[in-house]
T-cell receptor, first 115, second 117 residues
Framework: NAGVTQTPKFQVLKTGQSMTLQCAQD?????MYWYRQDPGMGLRLIYY???????DKGEVPNGYNVSRLNKREFSLRLESAAPSQTSVYFCASSERTSGGAREQYFGPGTRLTVT | AQSVAQPEDQVNVAEGNPLTVKCTYS??????LFWYVQYPNRGLQFLLK??????LVKGSYGFEAEFNKSQTSFHLKKPSALVSDSALYFC???????????????FGQGTTLQVKP
């Protein structure tokens, strides 16, 4: 069981370039999430997918798009990277319950620098 | 508005001493509360959660947390700290929305725990 995997681990982009961050989970979880982590700000939710076929905006969606390709995979796309998007990006997944009591499992992260 | 606060950026403790990492929350309805730990250059790992029942929750690596409804707090504790406990700790609360439960979490800003030998 690999859990949650993310690629790439590191990336440097120039302003205006585009890229896609990949995430996959092998735990048969319904829900998947993308977060960004910035110093002193904790984790902020960018987008989430409560189940296959659905996606919704989180707290900081501007400048990002997502695709829930299938139950396993959830990708995050930066169409035109900006320096403000320099951050560490984490993907997470969880089982979905009516009560929302399930913990999330996190990938190892992607460290992105936009110059 | 729902929120989580971790009032200390850093907590320093000597190895073998008890440790406490503080968390307070503001939610409507019953809170679902979580603690996660992040070691350097790693993703977050789940430690424990409070959903209902006993106010003292036990989790991984000897950690426990006490839910206090009157003080809206969920402090993380450990009776005897280890150097290997040094890490970044996050408190989180389930986020409720008009579309129902989505499993979303709101995270605090994190507290760095430093355990010195």
């Amino acid at each position: 069981n690999a859990g949650v995997t993310q690629t790439p681990k590191f990336q440097v982009l120039k302003t205006g370039q585009s890229m896609t961050l990949q995430c996959a989970q092998d735990m048969n979880h319904n829900s998947m999430y993308w977060y960004r982590q910035d110093p002193g700000m904790g984790l902020r939710l960018i987008y989430y997918s409560a189940s296959e076929g659905t996606t919704d905006k989180g707290e900081v969606p501007n400048g990002y798009n997502v695709s829930r390709l299938n139950k396993r995979e959830f990708s995050l796309r930066l169409e035109s990277a900006a320096p403000s998007q320099t951050s560490v990006y984490f993907c997470a997944s969880s089982e979905r319950t009516s009560g929302g009591a399930r913990e999330q499992y996190f990938g190892p992260g992607t460290r992105l620098t936009v110059t | 508005a729902q929120s989580v606060a971790q009032p200390e950026d850093q907590v320093n403790v000597a190895e073998g001493n008890p440790l406490t990492v503080k968390c307070t929350y503001s939610v409507s309805g019953n809170p679902y509360l979580f603690w996660y730990v992040q070691y350097p250059n790693r993703g977050l790992q789940f430690l424990l959660k409070y959903i209902t029942g006993d106010n003292l929750v036990k989790g991984s690596y000897g950690f426990e947390a006490e839910f206090n409804k009157s003080q809206t707090s969920f402090h993380l504790k450990k009776p005897s700290a280890l150097v290997s406990d040094s890490a970044l700790y996050f408190c989180a609360v389930r986020a409720l929305s008009g579309s129902g439960n989505t499993g979303k979490l709101i995270f605090g800003q994190g507290t760095t725990l430093q355990v010195k030998p």
